[in-house]
């Protein structure tokens, strides 16, 4: 795959901030960034016109479920948010390596 071929949506309102040469590391290397034009993370129904097309994902704190991906289950990629709740308040994310809980 030409990645000059491809669009990346970057949602993350972080991304870039504390070092710039990210976005332009991104930039000069796929054909297109979509960047997220607001301030908050996006809702599942904000998100989903964005994904349409896409060919990669870098994600913020979106609400990433199937409504967004048009898959109508569960996405099989996650936001940092979503990742830490399906880990537990606890810690123990009951994966090899994971914390004993």
Request: aromatic share 4%.
């Amino acid at each position: 795959m030409d990645l000059k071929n491809c669009r990346v949506l970057v949602t993350p309102t972080s991304y870039g901030k504390n070092d710039p040469s990210l976005k332009t590391f991104l930039e000069e290397r796929v054909g297109e960034v979509i960047y997220n034009p607001t301030a908050k993370p996006l809702g599942s129904a904000q998100l989903q016109p964005f994904l349409k097309g896409v060919d990669g994902y870098i994600a913020g704190l979106d609400e990433i479920d199937g409504a967004a991906t048009g898959t109508g289950e569960a996405a099989h990629s996650r936001s940092r948010r979503q990742r830490d709740q399906l880990n537990g308040l606890d810690g123990h994310t009951g994966l090899p390596g994971g914390p004993a809980g």
